[in-house]
């Protein structure tokens, strides 16, 4: 008979080989949008356009995002988690592969509006899974964990994509992410046992549906970690969609040193989702959360009193501290948010993924509006997303989010 010991030790496993392959699958966000930002002008010239109709091509991506989380959700509570992941992955790597021969770019535009509808069932149904298999603190260990490996993207794929621009051109980056959608889609279906039972699905109709969004919305534990989440994400793509100009054009760093320059931020980005793992082993993610939120708000604030700098290694400290913040912030709030969703778990993910990236998008579009030459819009942008986020979070997350009596057990 296997001793306590040893079977803690084969669940840890499970756990941790679980949220490797969930990570990998949320990959695929910031490998689709990082990989590519150094290839706009060649996109550009390929297709005879300007750079705002490439540009378009990645506010339509993250416009997908958001919208695919909605529709994965009820679907995810009906059919179950694995057929639907499945069929996600298989569009995401059929479009990819289909990028590479785009005529023009309006389909160019279409197909990544498809990719994005496909990429982002990874994201969608990862968060459902952990909460059908961890209560709150081991979700968001799991969380950090899945965090960690996703964090390989934003480091790998801005270095990765401007090489492979050198090499062989930007058609080389779709490539690459057809192969990268066909091996996730290989070890998905070997891999990935289902995690909702029939018993546990439920059929809705469309009122159903919406009965239930709009429920989410009124539970003060679900939805203020969530806003507090997604402001807090909104201020990474302030970043992602400001920085390219900040660094390149203004301080006139070259395509592979705004990709170093990138890869540092999400080395940073990846330490902390360590760290995040260290500390809940003494901290409830509650605690943590609102440490974070207050030290992206001070980080912040001292990226706005340094953006008029005229050297850009004086920006790099306090905009790294910022980045890093995100995924103390992203796996701890999740957990929180995601705890006493019971059947309503599919869609409370949907809602967590539109909110994300339906803010990402309006904020992305903010930053090229007031777009004025400096560094102003992007820091301004990122203090109020860190201002919003405290704010919800201390002024109406006083729920009580303590282990629940199953986590205290294991502990």
Not at 304 to 328: D, E, K, N, Q
Request: glycine share 12%; proline share 5%.
């Amino acid at each position: 008979m296997p001793s306590p010991a040893s079977s803690a030790g084969k669940r840890g496993t499970a756990a941790t080989h679980l949220a490797l392959l969930l990570g990998s699958l949320t990959a695929f966000a910031p490998f689709s949008t990082d990989m590519y930002l150094s290839s706009f002008p060649d996109i550009a010239r390929h297709f005879g356009c300007g750079l705002d109709r490439v540009q378009f091509s990645l506010s339509t991506f993250i416009a997908g995002l958001a919208l695919g989380q909605l529709l994965y959700g009820p679907i995810i509570d009906r059919y179950g988690r694995r057929r639907p992941l499945l069929l996600g992955i298989a569009v995401f790597t059929l479009s990819s592969g289909a990028l590479v021969f785009a005529p023009g770019i309006s389909t160019f535009i279409g197909l990544r509006l498809l990719q994005a509808l496909g990429g982002c069932a990874g994201m969608i149904i990862s968060r459902a899974i952990i909460r059908d298999v961890f209560a709150e603190r081991e979700a968001a260990h799991a969380l950090s964990l899945m965090m960690m490996v996703q964090g390989v993207g934003p480091i790998a794929a801005p270095i990765l994509g401007s090489t492979l621009l050198l090499v062989a051109g930007w058609q080389a980056i779709f490539v690459f992410l057809t192969a990268l959608g066909l091996a996730c889609l290989v070890f998905t279906a070997r891999g990935l046992a289902e995690s909702l039972p029939p018993g546990g699905r439920h059929r809705q109709n469309l009122r159903q549906v919406g009965t239930g969004f709009a429920e989410l919305f009124t539970r003060r534990a679900f939805i203020v970690p969530t806003l507090a989440g997604s402001f807090t994400l909104g201020g990474l793509f302030a970043f992602i969609s400001g920085s390219p100009f900040i660094f390149m054009s203004r301080f006139g760093l070259s395509q592979q040193g705004y990709a170093w320059l990138f890869g540092l931020n999400a080395l940073g980005m990846t330490a902390a989702s360590q760290l995040n793992r260290m500390l809940l082993r003494r901290h409830a993610p509650r605690t943590i959360l609102i440490a974070a939120l207050g030290t992206s708000l001070a980080a912040a604030t001292a990226l706005l009193a340094v953006s008029g700098s005229l050297h850009p290694a004086i920006l790099l400290a306090p905009l790294f501290l910022c980045i890093a913040m995100v995924p103390l912030v992203g796996a701890n709030s999740v957990a929180i948010a995601m705890r006493d969703c019971g059947e309503l778990a599919g869609s409370a993910s949907s809602v967590i993924g539109a909110l994300q990236f339906g803010l990402a998008g309006v904020i992305s579009a903010l930053v090229g509006i007031l777009h004025n030459g400096t560094a102003y819009p992007m820091s301004g942008i990122i203090l109020a997303c860190s201002l919003l986020a405290f704010g919800i979070q201390r002024g109406y997350g006083m729920v009580e989010t303590t282990p629940d009596a199953e986590c205290a057990r294991r502990r």
